[in-house]
């Protein structure tokens, strides 16, 4: 896969250069030099790929991101460290799936890679930021999504294929990644990164409308919790089919079974908001095991929380342990489940 992809950017650029006997313009020269450097690049992953025998027995690293920015601690990253997570792991071999695609059992990888799941946690601007520029809006390159796009340009096979767990009516800019001028974000952009994420590939994630400890609650404001989170996601892309739900602080309902399955009746319009997960994502618990593994639950799917050197311990313990997951080629089950679309890689907003 990443050797096509690289090829292709390689014939594009060179057939610009070959219109005339004149030599290439500058710009030319630059598209055709950055092609050539994605092909070696392709063809360096694709050796060190070749060399891991297939384990889909292994396990697969889910990871858990929350304020992503200036500082790093234990529920932020720093963005240069963001950036660095990225590299690790695309050297490592490792490539993005989504949850609902873990869940389905597809795993999309040429022989030798391993998936690995991002989900970014409570919505906040620095996941995803707008900024306006003539008239038009643009991502900040500076936010989550500004910085993997930018990477998936230049590494080949990393596909947009991160988990968003979102909050619509949370305070202090976490409803909808910003609102009422917080971090520069207006209320009105909100459906418009929805709709942008998920054109894009990305997968859209109920994390509860305000994130609420559903410990602490009936079963009724239980499901008004989860089922309000739904409807605000349905509401800026109608017709979304919400698959995963992020349990706020790891906690649990009192009554589980309303974690996956539930309905709220709005009493303004009388409308009945029905909610059925196929996947739930606790707050912690190392790697997952592989969809392929008899105890695979998809209903309390493990995290690794991403700060210090978690990571590249986690790694370290896979290679080390003989535990990872590494994949034969192709989908583990490429009649299951249906995929989300992966909606090319542009980064000014509609």
Partial sequence: MVRRLAAAALACALAACSTSDA????????????AAELSARADSAAVAAGRRAPNEQ????????????????????HRDRFR?????????????????????????????????VF??????????????????LEVDSTSVVGIWLD??????????????CMLPGATHGHAFF????????????RFAKLRFLAEQGFELCDHTLW?????????????????????????????????????????????RALAREGSWRDPRTGRVVSYKFDAILEVAGGANVSPSDPAFDPHSLDRIQVYGDALEQALERLDRTGTRYVSGGGAARPDSGSRLSAIGSRQTAP
């Fill in 58 to 77: 292994g396990r697969v690293p889910i990871l858990e991101y929350h304020l992503v920015g200036d500082t790093e601690g234990r529920w932020s990253r």
């Fill in 23 to 34: 030599r290439p313009a500058p710009n030319d020269t630059i598209a055709a030099r950055a």
């Fill in 119 to 136: 989900t970014f946690d409570d919505a906040s601007p620095s996941h995803f930021r707008y900024v306006e520029r003539e008239g038009r």
């Fill in 151 to 164: 990477f998936a340009r230049t590494h080949p096979g990393w596909r947009n294929k991160a988990v968003f």
């Fill in 178 to 189: 910003g609102d009422k001028g917080i971090a520069g974000q207006k209320t009105e952009w």
């Fill in 211 to 255: 994130h609420a400890n559903l410990a602490k609650y009936s079963d009724a404001v239980v499901q008004e919790q989860i089922a309000r989170g739904v409807m605000a996601i349905d509401s800026a892309v109608p017709g979304y089919r919400v698959r995963t739900f992020a349990l706020p602080l790891g906690v649990w309902p009192k009554n």
């Fill in 84 to 116: 660095r997570d990225l590299e690790i792991l695309y050297e490592r071999g490792y490539r993005p799936v989504s949850a609902a695609e873990l869940v389905d059992g597809e795993i999309p990888l040429d022989a030798g890679y391993s998936p690995v």
